[in-house]
């Protein structure tokens, strides 16, 4: 594919995607109070590991057969990331009448089970994670994180049939 820039090039976009979205939800929370759920916290421990893996494939510039190693990295990343956001959403859609109760804070979630337990139970999604708070063109945050982890997973697929 000779229309995108050269790989590293590509790779450095999908850091600095990923170091963007950081930094907006970081915003979100500090200046406009948008306090995360757990599910919005394991989104953005999706998104550092994506931006750090972007990172470490740009300062690498991989040829060929490594792009492709680092492809299935970044594309693993961004599915488990898409799945947390598209259990959001799906939470997001339920009738009121069937959205899990608000559980006990994700510190305490973390400090009273063992690690599997405790992820199964966040992963789990309650209350506070159907909320919608802030959104932008009648959206929410979790859908958007949904469309940008599929967009970063495509975008890091076919670099390694970028022959730059």
């Known amino acids: ?18 170091s963007g979205l950081m930094a907006f939800a970081l915003f979100l ?3 406009l109070g948008e306090d995360p759920c757990p599910l919005c916290i394991f989104q953005r421990l999706a998104f550092m590991a994506l931006g750090f893996s972007f990172l470490v494939a740009a300062l690498h510039n991989p040829q060929k057969t490594g792009s492709a ?3 299935i990295l970044h594309v693993l990343t961004a ?7 598209a259990r959001q959403v799906w939470l997001q859609h ?3 009448d069937q959205v899990p109760s608000c559980g006990p804070g994700l510190s305490y979630i ?8 405790a992820l199964s139970v966040v992963l789990s999604g309650s ?6 708070g802030w959104t932008l063109f009648s959206l929410s945050i979790a859908q958007w ?7 970063l997973g495509v975008w890091a697929f076919v670099q390694p049939l970028n022959r730059r």
Do not use: H
Not at 145 to 151: D, K, Q, S, T, Y
């Open 1 to 18: 594919m000779t229309l995108l820039p050269r790989r590293q090039i590509c790779y450095t976009l999908g850091f600095l995607a990923c």
């Open 29 to 31: 929370q500090y200046s």
């Open 69 to 71: 190693i680092y492809a």
């Open 79 to 85: 599915c488990v990331g898409a799945a947390i956001a």
């Open 94 to 96: 339920l009738p009121p």
């Open 110 to 117: 973390l400090q009273a089970n063992p690690l599997f337990k």
């Open 127 to 132: 209350g506070e994670c159907a909320q919608v």
């Open 145 to 151: 994180a949904l469309m940008v982890f599929i967009i």
